[in-house]
């Protein structure tokens, strides 16, 4: 059984190895983008008069579910509003009860809809753009004719759901490589534009977590890295980044879920922080966002007894979200549940319970129910039996319709075939993100100075390794990716996938292989003190061909390849081809490595001690 660290022990670690770093890592950051717009919303707390009064009067003349409709942020299956494919119909019957979006926005009023690849939403973006008018002429067909709010999960790097044509860009842990506040704004500027352009007005984006455990099985790369000062200024850039291209950008997962080691999609994580613990280490990137003026905060199924001793998830605390967020932090925007179909909130509550849990605890929007007909009755009641106020209930509309309205949405929610022409995956957005991520690319090691390879010494390549599913599904596979820009660079590049548990037999094929070729280079996907893929790499370096990996997630697979003769080890924090190519550019000597280590790494033997600290990246 491998050595399994403390939280305590992660901590000091953290704190030790980020020290010095912290002043550091965004040194070269240069002044934000010009081209991205200033924030355009009002400081939280400080509201239009004259606004308000309107919203009210809207609000006052809707029905009580109609209001009730409006807290609800729902999934919906289908690439059209009115014509999805009769798959789609099925499991829109089978799931909610109704055929397709337009009847999901006739029968229950709700005030917003995900995105999701698995539900066919994003085909492509004409397609997109298209769904979006269609929900929209739904919704304005309404008696009350108030637009929806269209979201998705664009994070980018290993959370994407829009992908190409669409521009993607390198995620938050290679960003937090990169340290540069200027690359980030941006980065975030570049997707926003592209998502309003296909009528997605709130991403759920920037992850504010601070990553302090290499354990964790559900943050991970998604974090900007371990430092919370570091983490903070790259949160602030990219909610000035989203928010300036007309997106409501979402800070998550609060109160923070950056030290845990069980994924509150299938279970309840318990964060043992002390407030003080909290105070210094997850809450400075929130308390950036909110002075960011940000717009939306997502809450996270955790519990945190520290903060709330009643043991209650996060989403349904009113210590944490009315006590801490909006009374100590002073957040007055709207707060939005994580998925409430995950076993985190359920863990605890039935899901007639949890809505209305997490209204009473201060949340606006309720994300994506497992049942939304149990769910919205069970609101309905709640306001009908006295449980919930109507006027709570107002509160949370009329913070919804500030922020529609500050998206223009009231004004105008439809968007046009020529704006994704003019905005979406245009050369000039791709050309950006290519140059930001060679900026992100990290070399961990280089023991012989390998690197850059020669196609002079080093022209014959065998690429190797693991092939996971891009997240957007439009991408890869990893090692094809790879070989492609060998090749175009000049290089003879032959691609071999060994996937993430190779047998003996394929690690016997790739070792034939690589017999004749001047270097090995393996991808490495998550890796651990039993991987098969560890013995892929001791196999190969015994030919005495050079081996260089690229851990294309995790940096922390570096603990596992020092000390077994691998000639290099990178780290791309992403296997999307826009991370890759930047990868290869660098090992090619295209592209100088110039990403530092936003995460430290400990020893695979002794995980108390810091392998690469915060801060390291070697240069050539």
């Not at 960011?292 to 520290?306: E, L």
């Not at 009908?384 to 929610?413: C, M, V, W």
């Amino acid at each position: 059984m491998p050595h399994r660290t403390s939280r305590r022990t992660l901590l000091t670690v953290t704190a030790a190895a980020t020290v010095a770093a912290a002043t550091g890592a965004l040194a070269s950051a240069g002044p934000a983008s010009a081209h991205a717009a200033s924030g355009h919303h009002p400081a939280s707390g400080h509201h239009d008069a004259s606004t308000d009064r309107r919203l009210r009067r809207i609000i006052a003349g809707m029905s009580l579910e109609e209001k009730v409709g409006q807290l609800f942020v729902m999934r919906v299956y289908g690439h059209s509003a009115t014509d999805p494919d009769q798959a789609d119909v099925d499991a829109n019957l089978r799931e909610i009860g109704v055929r397709t979006a337009a009847e999901l926005v006739s029968a229950y009023h709700v005030g917003g809809i995900i995105y999701f690849t698995w539900a066919h939403n994003t085909r492509d973006p004409h397609q997109i753009a298209a769904l979006s008018n269609g929900i929209q002429r739904a919704a304005l067909a309404e008696r009350h004719r108030i637009p929806l709010l269209i979201s998705t999960d664009q994070e980018h790097g290993i959370v994407c759901r829009v992908g190409e044509p669409a521009t993607l860009l390198p995620g938050a842990m290679a960003l937090g490589a990169g340290g540069s506040r200027s690359d980030t704004r941006r980065a975030a500027w570049i997707a926003g534009t592209e998502l309003a352009a296909l009528g997605i007005k709130q991403n759920y984006a920037p992850d504010a977590d601070v990553n302090v455990n290499p354990a964790n099985p559900v943050i991970g790369v998604r974090s900007f890295g371990s430092d919370p000062a570091s983490v903070a200024d790259l949160v602030a850039a990219q909610v000035k980044g989203y928010q300036g291209a007309g997106v409501a950008a979402t800070a998550k997962h609060f109160p923070g879920h950056g030290d845990t080691n069980t994924d509150s999609h299938t279970g309840l994580p318990v964060i043992e922080h002390t407030r003080q613990e909290w105070e210094e280490l997850d809450a400075p990137p929130f308390r950036a966002a909110v002075r960011a003026r940000i717009d939306s905060v997502m809450t996270a199924h955790i519990v945190v007894p520290a903060l709330d001793p009643t043991e209650d998830p996060a989403t349904l605390s009113r210590p944490i979200l009315t006590g801490i967020l909006r009374e100590e932090l002073g957040y007055d925007g709207v707060v939005v549940t994580d998925s409430l179909g995950m076993e985190g909130v359920r863990t605890k509550y039935g899901d007639d319970r949890v809505p209305v849990l997490a209204l009473l605890a201060g949340v606006d929007q309720l994300l994506n129910p497992p049942n939304l007909s149990v769910a919205w009755n069970a609101v309905l009641e709640a306001v009908q039996d006295g449980e919930i106020s109507e006027a709570r209930i107002d509160e949370s509309i009329l913070r919804i319709l500030r922020l529609k309205t500050r998206l223009g949405l009231l004004r105008d929610p439809f968007v046009s075939a020529r704006g994704v022409d003019r905005t979406v995956g245009i050369r000039p957005h791709r050309a950006e993100a290519d140059e930001i991520a060679e900026r992100t690319t990290t070399l961990l090691a280089d023991p012989g100075a390998l690197l850059p390879l020669s196609r002079r010494s080093h022209r014959r390549l065998l690429v190797v390794g693991a092939d996971p599913a891009s997240p957007s599904g439009t991408t890869g596979p990893p090692t094809t990716t790879l070989t492609e820009v060998f090749s175009e660079l000049g290089f003879s590049a032959t691609a071999l996938s060994t996937g993430t548990a190779p047998n003996p037999a394929r690690t016997a094929e790739a070792v034939a292989a690589a017999r004749g070729k001047d270097a090995v280079i393996v991808a490495t996907y998550n890796l651990t003190a039993t991987s098969t893929q560890l013995a892929l790499v001791e196999a190969l370096v015994a030919t005495g061909v050079p081996v260089v990996a690229v851990a294309i997630r995790n940096p922390y697979d570096a603990a596992h390849l020092t000390g077994r003769g691998v000639a290099a080890v990178l780290a791309s924090y992403s296997w999307t081809d826009v991370e890759l190519r930047a990868a290869a550019r660098v090992i090619a000597g295209r592209a100088r490595p110039r990403g530092r280590l936003p995460v430290p790494v400990q020893r695979a033997d002794d995980p108390a001690r810091v392998l690469y600290p915060v801060g390291h990246g070697l240069r050539y």
